[in-house]
């Protein structure tokens, strides 16, 4: 049991966590993040230093509660096919069942997208025997759409590889686009309705701006890196992601939830640490930004700690920028 949490404050001390993933099951809020080791390890554009290997999963009954630790519910002993780097996950729920999505490196070092399941939000989950057939690279985030229907958004470059999936075979040797051609976009792929397969082949989502034109890999304000996560607002679906090098989190949005997008501007400016990475929840009439920093630690990127704080939409559905110091 941790302390009643305050806007923009660490949501657990005892650990170092990240990429919170926060979603409304059974009346409660259940937040899925990341475990960061509290271990020195050099960085590099890898991602090396990032040595995860477990999940825990927390829960608030209201926004004033304590936040509560449901233990780890799934580690990477139990999973056949890691051999490291649990990342970042996400959960979803159909079927009377709740998915624990994550990405981790498979025997040969090549990033893959694993699924584990529990009757309870708060685990613990039970792997599969081996990652979804065609899965790549990193951060699955998964919409259940109104109708039922499920998607899977997932991606990001360098220590995320997603680059290296152009071809639609893995090519370590591969590079990104560069200036001023159409930079890459997250993949989504609907899953087939047991959600443990997809049901169809991975597609990359088109990110345009104001006038059609395709984000460009240069303009680094705005181009998709990692950390993808969709809500629906109004009935339009808003995909958010970060920006990697520049270190905002940004959205665009479409009327289709295979987009394409239509970017419209900055949610979070950026944070102490390299990454960041966030999620977007309404729960009890107010919408939530989870998001992470480093400042538990002093500003060592890879030991992170989740926060959180209110977003507020305009009247026109667009979104307010936070600056996550200002109080």
Request: net charge negative.
């Amino acid at each position: 049991m941790n302390k009643c949490p305050k806007p923009k404050q660490p949501l657990v001390e005892h650990m170092y966590t990240a990429d919170p993933s926060a979603h409304v099951f059974e009346g409660k809020l259940y937040i899925y993040p990341s475990h960061d080791l509290d271990k020195d390890i050099p960085s590099n554009d890898n991602g090396d230093q990032y040595a995860m290997e477990d999940y825990h999963v927390f829960s608030m009954d209201d926004m004033e509660s304590p936040v509560v630790d449901h233990g780890e519910v799934l580690h990477m002993k139990d999973v056949p096919w890691v051999s490291k780097q649990m990342w970042a996950p996400d959960c979803a729920f159909k079927n009377n069942t709740y998915y624990l999505y994550f990405p981790a490196r498979d025997k040969d070092g090549i990033f893959r997208i694993g699924v584990a399941t529990s009757p309870n939000p708060a685990g613990p989950f039970k792997p599969q025997p081996n990652y979804i057939p065609g899965s790549f690279s990193i951060d699955p985030a998964v919409l259940v759409d109104d109708d039922g229907r499920a998607y899977m958004y997932f991606g990001g470059l360098w220590g995320g590889q997603l680059e290296k999936w152009q071809s639609g075979t893995f090519n370590p040797d591969a590079v990104g686009p560069s200036g001023n051609e159409p930079a890459l976009g997250p993949m989504v792929a609907e899953l087939s309705d047991d959600m443990l397969t997809f049901k169809e082949k991975p597609q990359m989502i088109q990110i345009v701006d104001e006038n059609g034109n395709p984000i460009t890999a240069g303009d680094e304000d705005r181009r998709y890196f990692e950390g993808p996560w969709m809500h629906k607002y109004n009935g339009l679906y808003y995909l958010s992601y970060s920006t990697g090098t520049t270190h905002y989190i940004v959205y665009a949005v479409s009327d289709n939830p295979k987009g394409p997008f239509v970017y419209k501007g900055r949610i979070l400016e950026p944070v102490i640490g390299w990454t960041t990475h966030h999620s977007i929840v309404e729960f009890k009439g107010k919408w939530y930004l989870f998001y992470h920093d480093s400042s538990l630690s002093g500003g060592v990127d890879s030991k992170r700690c989740m926060k959180y704080t209110e977003l507020k939409y305009n009247p026109d559905g667009t979104i307010q920028t936070i600056k996550p110091y200002d109080d």
